[in-house]
């Protein structure tokens, strides 16, 4: 992941996987890089296509078509040349310097700040892991479904009547039953256009410690709404969603600091109840 190749006239460098364009494609555009159809294409065969989008599953969603239209333009503007591929440091210097090397690897963890802020936040690990899971658009919505080519019967949202496919962002964000329960904890937020834009400005809008605890598990709840319908057949309630979620930060009301204890304690018992 450190080393950078030189682009040649060779077909060894991969488009998604090598660092020969300031990181790994497949980590800067993972929403894209989901509908890929080929993850070891070389940038030699991406740059020789004629129209790129057939490297991808399509229908693509419009977050990924924005990426698409981001990657095609980097595309275009990469040339390759006569001379071999070649593996180089970063560096000017050819030399392996350990020094470097430490500086180099600090550098690449450059997460957005509320990737920190869930690690950070004291929500239980298996919530953590959930959002990071939503945020790298790996959540079992049916869209990821028919992208892994498992057959369903529809791929619709199982929350609404809207007949609209079920993406990440769809069931989490955009769905009538997902507006109807921020909506109850939180009023005149503006919107996102992606998961992590969703995430960042709604726990912005809680302005408050707590507030990435609030909205990790207000989704996780969201999707336990929709299991339960799914699997069990229970119609999804609001009511039901805030009853969750409520008892769900009580749990966690004795790990936060003391100082704001009686602050969380109050939003709860103010938005919840
Ligand atoms: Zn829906």
Not at 108 to 113: H, L, S
Request: charge should be positive; hydrophobic fraction near 40%.
């Amino acid at each position: 992941e450190v080393v950078v190749p030189n682009i040649g006239s060779r077909d060894i460098v991969m488009f998604w996987q090598d660092n020969w364009l300031s990181g790994s494609l497949s980590v800067r555009f993972p929403e894209l890089f989901s509908f890929s159809k080929n993850e070891f294409i070389s940038v030699k065969s991406m740059k020789m296509t004629e129209d790129p989008i057939e490297h991808f599953h399509t229908p693509l969603s419009i977050q990924a078509y924005e990426l698409f239209q981001q990657l095609s333009k980097i595309v275009q503007n990469t040339a390759l040349t006569n001379a071999h591929d070649k593996w180089c440091y970063p560096w000017q210097n050819p030399e392996y310097s350990s020094i470097k090397m430490y500086h180099q690897l600090q550098e690449q963890e450059k997460a957005p700040p509320s990737f920190a802020k869930i690690w950070k936040c004291t929500a239980m690990l298996r919530y953590k892991i959930f959002i990071w899971l939503l945020l790298h658009d790996r959540v079992n919505v049916r869209n990821l479904l028919h992208r892994k080519k498992i057959i369903l019967p529809n791929y619709k949202c199982e929350l609404c009547n809207c007949s609209t496919e079920e993406t990440t962002l769809h069931v989490f964000w955009d769905c009538p039953f997902a507006l109807s329960c921020w909506d109850s904890i939180t009023q005149d937020r503006k919107r996102g256009v992606n998961v992590l834009d969703e995430i960042t400005i709604m726990a912005e809008s809680f302005s408050s410690h707590f507030s990435m605890n609030i909205v990790i598990m207000g989704s996780w709840h969201i999707w336990m709404q929709r299991n339960s319908k799914l699997f069990q057949a229970k119609t999804p309630s609001l009511q039901s969603w805030r009853t969750q979620l409520r008892n769900d930060l009580l749990l966690i009301l004795h790990r936060t600091k003391v100082k704001h204890r009686e602050t969380f304690k109050e939003w709860i018992d103010s938005y919840l109840t």
